[in-house]
């Protein structure tokens, strides 16, 4: 059984940012998560469940403008300012009795994706893996083309404008009963500044510029096909990436964009931990 335990850390700028700990007296290890655009730690917590008599004590932070952290919801002045704060509480939980010394796994989902993978395509840390479900490395669909010129726009004369990021629930699970959970969820959202909107383009560049570089083993987990950010712009860059242990999982039968929370998610959890459990005894 979990002890559960919550707090706050300041963010590059001062901003307080939520982040919490679920605790297992058992563990040898810790899997830190960070979630994707819209949605918030509390999200994984079928995942968290799903290992509960297992050997892994699981972080998870809100980025800012998301869940309980502070900020307008879905802002931030551009991208690199979740990076900023991700480094920062990295720092944070590697000085923690109880992960300094035992294995850490990075896990991310959608655009906690692209944060984990820009930081480690510069930034050599003590982990011994990292798992990504549907990493946001490019779009699955064109935008509108009046949205990049729209945003640079309102970029320069509002910039704490927010806009409605065009994900649907039904794009992001396929289970009636979830869906019915994000209607009630108070702290999801569908915005996004255009800060953040513009910076996604240079991030994307710049992973797949360094996936040579990302040695770190990696687990990959996409829909076959994603209808929210690109399945084959991901096949792409798990190809280049430069881990000799990498596993790609992918899921079809109409799989949709959160697969920890569609309808195939037993298989993704049962291969998230089949791929975790046996670095529970690996250095940092």
């Not at 500044?193 to 992973?207: C, H, I, M, T, W």
């Not at 899921?251 to 697969?259: D, F, L």
Request: net charge negative; glycine share 8%.
């Amino acid at each position: 059984m979990y002890r559960r335990h919550e707090g706050f850390f300041e963010g590059h700028d001062g901003i307080s940012l939520f982040f919490q700990v679920w605790e297992n007296p058992a563990a040898k290890g810790t899997i830190l998560i960070t979630h994707g655009q819209g949605e918030h730690s509390e999200c994984y917590h079928r995942v968290v469940d799903f290992f509960k008599d297992g050997q892994w004590n699981f972080f998870a932070w809100d980025m800012r403008g998301h869940g309980r952290s502070e900020g307008k919801r879905g802002y931030a002045a551009n991208f690199e300012d979740y990076v900023f704060d991700y480094r920062i509480f990295l720092d944070l939980i590697l000085k923690d009795k109880r992960v300094a010394g035992r294995p850490l796994v990075l896990m991310s989902h959608s655009m906690g994706g692209l944060v984990q993978l820009k930081t480690l395509a510069h930034q050599s840390l003590p982990i011994v893996a990292q798992t990504c479900s549907a990493p946001f490395l490019g779009l699955a669909f064109t935008p509108p083309g009046w949205k990049d010129t729209g945003a640079r726009f309102l970029n320069r004369i509002y910039p704490e404008i927010t806009m409605w990021n065009e994900i649907k629930h039904t794009q992001l699970t396929r289970d009636p009963e979830v869906i019915r959970e994000y209607e009630q969820d108070v702290l999801r959202h569908d915005r996004i500044s255009p800060g953040v909107y513009l910076g996604f383009q240079p991030a994307f560049d710049d992973v797949a510029h360094h996936a040579s570089s990302i040695q770190v083993p990696t687990l990959m987990q996409l829909p076959e096909e994603d209808p929210v950010v690109s399945t084959p712009t991901s096949r792409t860059f798990f190809e280049r990436l430069g881990a000799k242990d990498k596993e790609l999982r992918v899921y079809g039968n109409g799989a949709r964009h959160e697969i920890f929370n569609d309808l195939e998610r037993q298989q993704a959890m049962t291969d998230l931990k089949n791929f975790v459990d046996p670095y529970l005894e690996a250095r940092p």
